[in-house]
């Protein structure tokens, strides 16, 4: 059982709940559940399929605004983007489109747009996606390779803090989280993908910086 992320083989027994064991990865420390505990594709695009993720839905927009401002803030403002994971409703990108940043969509399941990867972006949103990757090894270097120099990738989601929190987090309960990210995973992601600058703009928001080449 190597971990999804790193590949280490050597990890800790945080928790189990509701059939699903939850494993600490000693060396880039994220916490996942075994491939084996994963829902099917079935089921868990049925899970998706409840979400009332409404475009025009004011607390939803509040809750993406995280990411939004955290991109605003980042970017130049004739940057472009991805949102990637981006959903049925992908009112993030109605934000960014609005604010002047054209962005374009994917989403497995709901917009698997694979022309996205013929080009290359200013930022790459995943809100609320990390956790739902079961090969975040594969994923997070195809999408940082697919920004242009100087740009963003974009994550939000909760952070794991320790493991007695971890326990009682409401976060996990829901059957498609099965990888979780503390800062100090982030920190490792953020050498081995080889990020010039990670950043903590707000709650449950990070940004990795892709490096300029020097001249």
Known sequence: MNCPLCGASEADHWHHRSGRD???CRTCRLVFVPEDQHLSPEREKAEYDKHDNDVTDTGYRRFLSRTFDAVVRAVAPDANGLDFGCGPGP?????????GHPTALYDLYYHPDESVWERRYDFITLTEVIEHLARPDAVLPRLFRHLKPGGYLVIQTQRVLNPTAFRQWRYIHDPTHIAFYSEYTF??????LGSDRLEFPDRDVALLRKP???D
């Open 22 to 24: 939850y494993w600490c």
């Open 91 to 99: 009112a993030l990108a109605m934000m960014l489109e609005d604010a």
């Open 187 to 192: 920190q490792w992601l953020a050498r081995w």
């Open 212 to 214: 300029v080449p020097a």
